[in-house]
């Protein structure tokens, strides 16, 4: 099935340094999200995002709808060995539409 | 703990064998959705429940695949005579009744795996 073009696959950083990752399509999208996965656990929803242009921000992470509703950011401040773990980005046409993941980017975080 | 629960959290099958998962939704949420997470890649849609109308099916739940959600609140996803393909993480989300903010949230998984 369709999966939105998520890049990097994957990334090794140094704790406390601030990471980005993006998420491509060729279709657009009402609502944009991201999450982060653990390995043997469930996706948790980090932030969701609304309107074309948006940016948002939670605590350390910061992410924006951009403006052709095609794509999306997430960026990472000041990185921290918790942070490890697969992001994935996320988008639905609708309310209660079926979700469309990215195919993840990887992060691996070194003291 | 009033996350979505999901049961059994690994499931060991020989290929034929028929299997189920259960899944139960936060309370309160009327939409609740089956994605499918093999190794290396983001979760596929399955199939979506509100209440207990199943209202879309993907072209990956085949024949052998049936969901149900009769009462409008926990949900199972049975496969029958499983193949080796079948081997993924099944996950479960729920998104709450409208006025709320439909996003939707996951379970930890049922990890199936075809021998």
């Known amino acids: 099935g369709q999966q939105l073009n998520q890049s990097p696959q994957s990334m090794f950083i140094q704790e406390g340094e601030d990471v980005s990752m993006n998420c491509t399509s060729s279709s657009i999208f009402n609502t944009w999200l991201w999450y982060k996965q653990d390995p043997g656990e469930g996706p948790v929803l980090l932030i969701a995002l609304y309107k074309a242009g948006e940016l948002t921000s939670n605590g350390r992470l910061t992410a924006q709808f951009g403006i052709t509703r095609k794509d999306s950011f997430l960026n990472i401040s000041a990185s921290i060995p918790s942070d490890v773990g697969i992001y994935f980005c996320a988008a639905k046409t609708g309310t209660a539409s079926k979700l469309t993941f990215g195919t993840g980017t990887r992060l691996q975080v070194t003291l | 703990d009033t996350g979505v629960s999901q049961d059994p959290r690994h499931k060991i099958t020989k290929r034929g064998q028929n299997v189920t998962f259960r899944c139960d939704p936060i309370?309160?949420?009327?939409?609740l959705y089956w994605y499918r997470q093999t190794l290396g890649q983001g979760p596929e849609f399955l199939t979506y429940f509100q209440n207990e109308a199943q209202l879309e099916k993907s072209r990956l739940l085949s024949d052998r695949f049936s969901a149900e959600r009769p009462k409008g609140s926990f949900s199972t996803l049975e496969i029958q005579r499983t193949e080796q393909g079948d081997s993924a993480m099944y996950l479960c989300?729920?998104?709450?009744?409208?006025?709320?903010?439909?996003?939707?949230?996951f379970g930890p998984g049922t990890r199936l795996t075809v021998t």
């Open positions: 989300a729920s998104t709450p009744a409208a006025g709320g903010s439909y996003e939707q949230y």
């Open positions: 309370s309160e949420h009327n939409r």
